[in-house]
């Protein structure tokens, strides 16, 4: 009995081991990204991104709690224009446009509860329409949890982003032009 807890006892120090030493050979910062041609042009699609009053229409996560409260804050549009969202489904966090450039560029930091990150649409006119590049940048320091978490972070993030920018393509190609 006490050898087994001894050989328990050295797997469970193994284990913490590899976790630590494994997570300092962890990437420390996240990127994840995906694209779609949206048959508007680029100040069409700037103008949906550069504001948050109709955030919700094409948002991936709105439908996952639609009962979620929003606030909106600063300017209706543009640099220091914010939304905060609160709920058990979707948490609790905030984003705010830091950098608006018409018609090419648009960068949200988000903060999701003391969790930073950088949200960014980039607008590239392509033919007709606009090639809309949405991607997420995280930087995890020396957070060890965040860096394991890290590696999970573009199959969880890319799938929503997918159904975001699908959904961004229907409202903006749907609605009046």
Same mark, same amino acid.
């Given at each position: 009995?006490?050898?087994?807890?001894?050989?328990?006892?050295? *797997?469970?120090? +193994? *284990?913490?081991?590899?976790? /630590?030493?494994?997570?300092?050979? +962890?990437?420390?910062?996240? %990127? /994840?990204?995906?694209? @779609?041609? @949206?048959?508007?042009?680029?100040?069409?699609? %700037?103008?949906? *991104?550069? #504001?948050?009053? =109709?955030?919700?229409? !094409?948002?991936?996560?709105?439908? +996952?709690?639609?009962?979620?409260?929003?606030?909106? #804050?600063?300017?209706?549009?543009?640099?220091?224009?914010?939304?905060?969202?609160?709920?058990?489904?979707? &948490?609790? &966090?905030?984003? =705010? @446009?830091?950098? #608006?450039?018409?018609?090419? =560029?648009?960068?949200?930091?988000?903060?999701?509860?003391?969790?930073? $990150?950088? $949200? =960014?649409?980039?607008?590239?006119?392509?033919?007709?329409?606009?090639?809309?590049? !949405? #991607?997420?940048?995280?930087? %995890?320091?020396?957070?060890?949890?965040?860096?394991?978490?890290?590696?999970?972070?573009?199959?969880?993030?890319?799938?929503?982003?997918?159904?975001?920018?699908?959904? +961004?393509?229907?409202?903006?190609?749907?609605?009046? %032009?």
């Amino acid at each position: 009995m006490k050898a087994l807890l001894k050989g328990a006892l050295y *797997l469970l120090l +193994l *284990l913490g081991l590899a976790f /630590v030493a494994g997570g300092f050979l +962890l990437p420390a910062s996240s %990127h /994840v990204e995906r694209s @779609i041609l @949206i048959e508007r042009p680029p100040g069409e699609v %700037h103008a949906m *991104l550069n #504001s948050f009053q =109709r955030f919700n229409e !094409w948002s991936p996560w709105y439908e +996952l709690e639609p009962t979620a409260k929003y606030a909106y #804050s600063g300017p209706q549009a543009g640099v220091g224009a914010a939304m905060s969202w609160q709920g058990e489904k979707v &948490g609790s &966090g905030s984003q =705010r @446009i830091v950098e #608006s450039v018409p018609p090419s =560029r648009i960068v949200n930091a988000l903060d999701f509860g003391g969790t930073e $990150a950088t $949200a =960014r649409f980039d607008l590239q006119e392509e033919g007709a329409g606009t090639r809309v590049t !949405w #991607s997420l940048d995280s930087q %995890h320091g020396y957070n060890l949890v965040s860096r394991w978490f890290g590696l999970a972070m573009d199959s969880m993030v890319g799938k929503d982003y997918e159904k975001g920018l699908l959904k +961004l393509k229907q409202t903006l190609e749907d609605g009046p %032009h």
